[in-house]
């Protein structure tokens, strides 16, 4: 299957479209690159899942999207830790120069 059928058939699935509209799977002549996608695909699905529920309301989604650019764009990690979204990022410390590991969860 040529690459443009490819990136057309990813296109007609709502989430692979959003990831690549994000910038989390781009392509060049005959490679895909998708190193973040992954995780995210799994996060939207989680959201779907419990959109479909009633157990996620818009202004959540919002967030889990929002949680999403930031780690599609390298400024947060994301993994899933015992069924649970678990959140990392770097913070300089102006004080000291240093760094400390700002982690938050988020609980499925």
């Not at 299957?1 to 690549?20: C, F, R, Y």
């Not at 910038?23 to 699905?45: C, K």
């Not at 650019?69 to 000291?96: H, M, Q």
Request: hydrophobic residues 35%; glycine residues 4%; contains cysteine.
């Amino acid at each position: 299957m040529s690459i443009t059928k490819q990136t057309k058939k990813m296109k007609d699935n709502a989430h692979i479209a959003w990831l690549v509209d994000e910038g989390a799977i781009s392509y060049e002549e005959n490679v895909i690159y998708a190193e973040r996608a992954f995780i995210a695909n799994s996060i939207l699905q989680w959201c779907t899942k419990r959109a479909d529920e009633k157990s996620l309301g818009e202004e959540e989604i919002r967030v889990y999207l929002k949680t999403l650019r930031f780690f599609i764009k390298k400024k947060i990690d994301l993994c899933w830790e015992n069924g649970i979204i678990t959140a990392s990022a770097k913070k300089s410390a102006p004080t000291s120069g240093g760094s400390d590991d700002i982690c938050s969860s988020m609980e499925t």
